[in-house]
Every structure is written in C-alpha cells, then in structure tokens.
C-alpha cells in the first residue's frame, strides 16, 4: 500500500527542468479551445500543451473568407493548423489530441505532414461515415441552447453550466452565428474513411458508446482500416468523452502517448475495446 501511495504522490511532485514533448489539442466544431478544462491541466504534467483556436467563429481570419465568399472547409483549417505549428511552436514531431470535427483535421494533418506527427489520440471523430447528426445547426433553428449541449453527453450530469452560459452569449450575435454556419457548411460532408490507410502513426480511438453524434459503429470499421490503430469504447458515454469521462481518458490518452502505466484513477475495467 505504501509503494501505491508514494507511487501516485511521486507522479504529482513537481519536476525538474525538461523540454516536454508537444501535445496539440485540436477542439470540435461546437467548442472553443476553453473546452479543454477538463484535460489540459492533468496532461500539462507530461507534456507541453498547445491548443490552438482555428475554429474562432467571431475571428478576422475566418471573417475574412467569408467576405472574399471563400470556403470554411477542413483544407483550410488544415492550413491553419500548420500555420500555426510552424510559424509558434516550431517543435515537431507533435503528439495530436483531437475531438470530433478536430478529428478530420488531425487525420488529413497527418496524412499531408507526416514527419510532423508522432501519435495521434482521436475523441469521437467525424467523417468516418457518410451520415452524422449535426445538433448544433439544430440548436441553432430552435435557439436551444440546453438542448444542443445535452445532446452532446450521455448523462446530463456532466454538463457544466458554463457550457451553456457560453453558448447563450453567442447564440444571439450574429457574426458568432455567420461563422459557425459557413464552418458547418464547409465541413459537413467532409470524408476521411479514404485517407484512413494512410494514417502510419500510432492511433488511439475513442468511442462514446451512447455517441448519438457519430455512431461508434463508423469507429470500429476505421479503426480496422488504420495500420496502427487501438480502438477503446467507454460505455455510458456521449459525444464528449474528454468532458464526460474525462479521468479515465486522461489516463489512457498518457498512457498512450508516453507508453508507460499510470496510476489509476477510475476503473479501467469501464473501457471496452472494439464496437
């Protein structure tokens, strides 16, 4: 008893001084960098976080295809994404966390930049099959604002009510609202089964098994088409497994990334691999 103890205490002790490997967040399409709270705070003790805003619905960047009537669309926030990389971190290889659409670009990221990734992590990823829910156009028609990010979890328990203050504040401005649709618009039908066998990096792949956004159905068969790929699916989890489990995917995403046990918080025994 006493070596678990000092065990878990030795993994909370401030380290000494280390260049730390870069671990890049990449957020979906209804989130903001912020929706990380959950996360970024525990895998900062390993790793060198990074979590770029390319989805800032209200930002000049985005605004600016918009008025030059250019598409929002996953090739772009690649190229943002990289922009980003290379012109402020400048640390390759990088480890890649991302969440539903984030996991488009971090697929089609690796695909073109493949010397610049080491290992992915995708959370509930989009573009796996041909037909996803999109609650957030939804929430939008219906000013729903709860309903859009219930949607989201399995058990609504897990909504943080700063979630929702969130979205109240942005539902009503409109150039919040052009931003989101025209992304939305842009990225939808984006498909990245085709690029799938073309993934060479170690690939986590992880499923909410409640997921009423992306069937982890889809994440079963194109976790069978990635080279190098290991798909966990949490049951009794939604769309947001970084936000509604997020103890059991901080631990795996560490495992994961530095290949070492780590100590457990939560039953790991609540993960089951495959569909």
Known sequence: ??????????????????????????????????????????????????????????????????????????????????LYLDSFVQAPPYHLVAASLGGKIAIEYAVRYPEEVDRLVLLCPSGLGDEERLPVVEGLRRNDTRGLVSSIFYDERHVDERLVEYYLRHFGDRRWRAGLLRTVRGTMSHCVRDHLHLVSQATLLVSGREDCIVDPRHAAVAAGLMPNCRHVCIPQCGHAPQMEKPALVNRLVEEFLTGAPVARIGPLAACRQGA
């Open 1 to 82: 008893m006493f070596e678990l103890w000092k065990g878990w205490f030795d993994g909370w002790k401030p380290r000494g001084y280390a260049r730390r490997p870069p671990l890049v967040l990449v957020n979906g399409l209804a989130e903001q960098a912020e929706s990380w709270f959950r996360n970024d705070w525990y895998w900062r003790r390993v790793f060198d976080i990074y979590a770029p805003n390319i989805l800032a619905y209200r930002g000049s960047a985005l605004h600016r295809r918009i008025d030059a009537d250019l598409p929002v669309d996953v090739d772009f926030l690649v190229g943002q994404l990289h």
